[in-house]
């Protein structure tokens, strides 16, 4: 079970510098517009080295590269805040954090005057913390697999679905924020080569209807092919109640890794299957560190006809991705 104190920094349990400790907001604004604004904004805490790196990122279009983003920027050592504090600090690329009520609230601003940038929103839960390791929460608990990289990576883990109230400015143009999002909060020893792949995706209706999911998927099918997706955690949170999700399935439809189009099928701990399709309004290689790509995509959902938006982050390391891609540059193999 996540308490108020999961909120702040935890001790590492093993003694390895790679520990780490993130915490990511993922939002949108202007999604009944015909260019929607996907917001990003990460802090990966590496306590025992002493650093923090930190992304943020404003993007509406359809890119491959980082930089043709409507705003991306990056930072890998930037220097822990003494004396450390994850409910209330101030980074030197312009993020201040402040968590008011433990796992609840959270007030983040970010400013950036040689870009003409101006964030700020206030985050509230809807719900309580989801922990996927706690198996009285989450049905999938008990076959977690620690052998994967992100098996490690959250070894402390909760996602939970929120409010999200604010503005950003950028180059002249502000734009209300007012959405239904999903945060996440993790713990445990991050390492710099991803070996396994993660699906993280969420698709919100409305403050009484979301789905958020975890899947594990493949890229044999190649940069352009399709995925089979195998749910490995997520929720319903359905008017209040938060109901585990015991098995999902689904299907990716990819270009060049991005998600083009998502199918699932899910079902919750009561029984009732969740019929969940998503299309991409936007593309964008979300790298929180150096040596994993995020495949990242805004999707315009529909959960049982109704109609949602979020995204859809498909991490895969870097030895995986130059492999698939010498594959595809190689072409189909000879026939017979």
Known sequence: MIGPEDAQFHAPTVDDPLWAETNYFGLYAGQDTATPMNIGVYGLFREPLGVVGSTVSVNSRRVSTPWAADYWDAWEHLVVPQPSNLLDYELANGLKVVCTDPNRVWDVSYSDAAADLELHFRWTALMEPYDINDPAMDPMAAVKDMTKTWGHAYAGHFDSTGHVEGEIALRGVTTPIDCVSTMDHSWGVRAERQTSRLSWMHAHVSRDLAVHGLFDFSTDGGPDGESPLQLTHGYVLDH????????????????????????????????????????????????????????NSLLRWTVD????????????????????????????????
Do not use: K, N
């Open 240 to 295: 209040g109640q938060v109901r585990g999700l015991v098995r999902g399935s689904g299907t990716t439809r990819r270009s060049g890794l991005y998600p083009e189009a998502i199918t699932l099928e899910v079902e919750d701990e009561t029984g009732r299957t969740w019929d969940v399709r998503g299309a991409a309004l936007t593309t964008f290689p979300w790298q929180s560190q150096p040596g994993v790509v995020g495949h």
């Open 305 to 336: 006809g109704q109609t949602g938006y979020g995204e859809c982050m498909d991490f895969v390391g870097m030895g995986e991705l130059g492999a698939l891609h010498h594959r595809a540059a190689q072409g189909p193999g000879p026939v017979g």
